[in-house]
């Protein structure tokens, strides 16, 4: 049973430049979110897919940022014109969903913008 | 408004001991409830859950208590051993929404050996 896999693990990125982080679900998942975690923070929701349809997104998430599923499957979260205040722990996680589901929470990947 | 709060920013326990940890809420919407761990550059890492409608949830070294009156509820393990050190995120999400999980900002952990 292979887990959530994100890539890359890490990115150091110029203000200004765009990035774009993948994630790869457990393979039965329909569910699939996207959460940022700041220093001495919890993390936060972002946006959440069920298979290819994206039906919340927060307000968290600027007009700079923009996420995909496209066939169901993996899912993109792209930032664009990075800021200083990117910089955090982007975690995926997916989950099946049915009325009480546990997500499972892939290593993430850490984004640093100078 | 912090929804989920985890109001210990950190707990030193003896290796053998108990570690109790504990958190509140405020959404009386809330149905379900889970506790993370966390170590530095990873994700988290599922470790216990509970519904609502139960008081108490056990699996091996790990209790979760459930207060549903108090908002409140609380991990404890026993007996805590050194590689539990790390940060445990309590979560809580309301089922048939989004079930986007909620979560308190994190009790560092340190098992003393």
């Known amino acids: 049973d292979t887990g959530v896999s994100q890539n890359p693990r890490h990115k150091i990125t110029k203000r200004g430049q765009n990035v774009t982080f993948r994630c790869d679900p457990i393979s039965e998942h329909n569910r699939l979110y996207w959460y940022r975690q700041t220093l001495g923070q919890g993390p936060e929701f972002l946006t959440y897919?069920?298979?290819?349809?994206?039906?919340?997104k927060s307000r968290l998430l600027s007009d700079r940022f923009s996420a995909e599923r496209p066939k169901g499957s993996f899912s993109t979260l792209e930032i664009q014109r990075t800021e200083q205040g990117d910089s955090a722990m982007y975690l995926c996680a997916s989950s099946l969903a049915r009325g009480l589901e546990t997500q499972y929470f892939g290593p993430g990947t850490r984004l640093l913008v100078l | 408004d912090q929804q989920v709060k985890q109001n210990s920013p950190s707990l030193s326990v003896q290796e053998g001991r108990i570690s109790i940890l504990n958190c509140d809420y405020t959404n009386s919407m809330f149905d379900y409830f889970l506790w993370y761990k966390k170590y530095p550059a990873e994700g988290p890492t599922f470790l216990i859950s509970i519904s609502s409608i139960k008081d108490k949830n056990e699996d091996g070294r790990f209790t979760v208590f459930l207060n549903k009156s108090a908002k409140h509820l609380s991990l404890h393990i026993v007996p805590s051993q050194p590689g539990d050190s790390a940060v445990y995120f309590c979560?809580?999400?309301?089922?048939?929404?989004?079930?986007?999980?909620?979560f308190g900002t994190g009790t560092l952990l340190a098992v003393q050996p």
């Open positions: 979560a809580a999400s309301e089922s048939g929404a989004t079930n986007k999980l909620i």
């Open positions: 897919f069920q298979n290819e349809a994206q039906l919340e």
